[in-house]
């Protein structure tokens, strides 16, 4: 497969440098979601070909289908409980590297897997790397019983917060719920702006009926830049200023 614009060749440029940076001989590796951890995906499977011995722990079916498909051994995440590497990508990052993920619904497993990580890796075009998060509508996952009460619950503490808008049911284009790897609902939050990520993210999880959101704060390590021209650039944490 060949990227068609230059979005797709920065993308695939930070998937093929994580690929050849941090995968050695012998790693249990969590392998993101989304089209820019899928070129990682892509990459890692050439790899494979030509011979290295890892095993992946996909982060959706969508990535185990493509995983599967390319020939990369997989497991379970019960099989090996503690990964070397995840490799995922990201919607909105800052440069503390505090991020907003969930835009293709798999923030639970995504979670999940970076926690059980020893060690995590962004892979992302410099479009999603901002001041402050939070343009970006926040994904929620939520049981489907009870979610009308359970987004009522978000909507007051959104107020308590000072924003005052309420979380919106993501829907396919028939109309139908989205529903996720572990069949929930999303919930897709227009804050604006985030002015403390991790107060938030716990606050979240306190509410009955969430099951986990998007905010993925202290998770991320380093930050793979992929650039039209097919170069990345590999950047630490907190991030350049000169990249928000
Ligand atoms: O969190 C995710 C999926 O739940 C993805 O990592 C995120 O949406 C980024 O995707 P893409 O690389 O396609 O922009």
């Given at each position: 497969m060949e990227p068609k614009t230059g979005l797709d060749r920065a993308k695939r440029a930070a998937g093929v440098k994580a690929?050849?940076?941090?995968?050695?001989?012998?790693?249990?590796?969590g392998l993101g979601s989304g089209t820019t951890a899928h070129w990682f995906v892509r990459a890692l499977a050439e790899r494979v070909r030509d011979g290295l011995d890892v095993v992946g722990v996909p982060t959706s079916t969508a990535t185990r289908d493509l995983a599967l498909e390319l020939g990369i051994p997989l497991a379970d995440l019960d099989a090996f409980p503690e990964l070397d590497l995840t490799v995922d990508?990201?919607?909105?990052?800052?440069?503390h590297g505090d991020m907003i993920k969930g835009g293709g619904a798999c923030l639970l497993w995504e979670k999940i897997v970076a926690r059980a990580s020893r060690r995590v890796v962004i892979v992302a075009d410099d479009a999603k790397i901002v001041d402050r998060l939070g343009a970006f509508p926040l994904p929620i996952e939520v049981l489907p019983f009870g979610w009308l009460s359970c987004r009522g619950l978000i909507h007051d503490l959104l107020t308590s917060f000072g924003y005052d808008d309420l979380a919106i049911e993501r829907r396919t284009r028939d109309?139908?719920?989205?529903?996720?790897?572990?069949?929930?609902?999303?919930?897709?939050?227009?804050?604006?702006?985030?002015?403390?990520?991790?107060t938030l993210a716990m606050q979240f999880?306190?509410?009955?009926?969430?099951?986990?959101?998007?905010l993925f704060v202290g998770i991320a390590h380093e930050v793979v830049v992929g650039n039209a021209d097919n170069t990345a650039d590999v950047?630490?944490?907190?991030?350049?200023q000169l990249v928000g």
């Amino acid at each position: 497969m060949e990227p068609k614009t230059g979005l797709d060749r920065a993308k695939r440029a930070a998937g093929v440098k994580a690929a050849e940076r941090y995968c050695t001989g012998g790693m249990k590796l969590g392998l993101g979601s989304g089209t820019t951890a899928h070129w990682f995906v892509r990459a890692l499977a050439e790899r494979v070909r030509d011979g290295l011995d890892v095993v992946g722990v996909p982060t959706s079916t969508a990535t185990r289908d493509l995983a599967l498909e390319l020939g990369i051994p997989l497991a379970d995440l019960d099989a090996f409980p503690e990964l070397d590497l995840t490799v995922d990508g990201a919607d909105e990052i800052d440069r503390h590297g505090d991020m907003i993920k969930g835009g293709g619904a798999c923030l639970l497993w995504e979670k999940i897997v970076a926690r059980a990580s020893r060690r995590v890796v962004i892979v992302a075009d410099d479009a999603k790397i901002v001041d402050r998060l939070g343009a970006f509508p926040l994904p929620i996952e939520v049981l489907p019983f009870g979610w009308l009460s359970c987004r009522g619950l978000i909507h007051d503490l959104l107020t308590s917060f000072g924003y005052d808008d309420l979380a919106i049911e993501r829907r396919t284009r028939d109309g139908n719920p989205v529903i996720t790897d572990s069949g929930n609902y999303i919930l897709d939050v227009d804050l604006g702006g985030i002015g403390n990520p991790a107060t938030l993210a716990m606050q979240f999880n306190q509410i009955p009926g969430v099951i986990e959101n998007g905010l993925f704060v202290g998770i991320a390590h380093e930050v793979v830049v992929g650039n039209a021209d097919n170069t990345a650039d590999v950047l630490g944490l907190p991030l350049p200023q000169l990249v928000g």
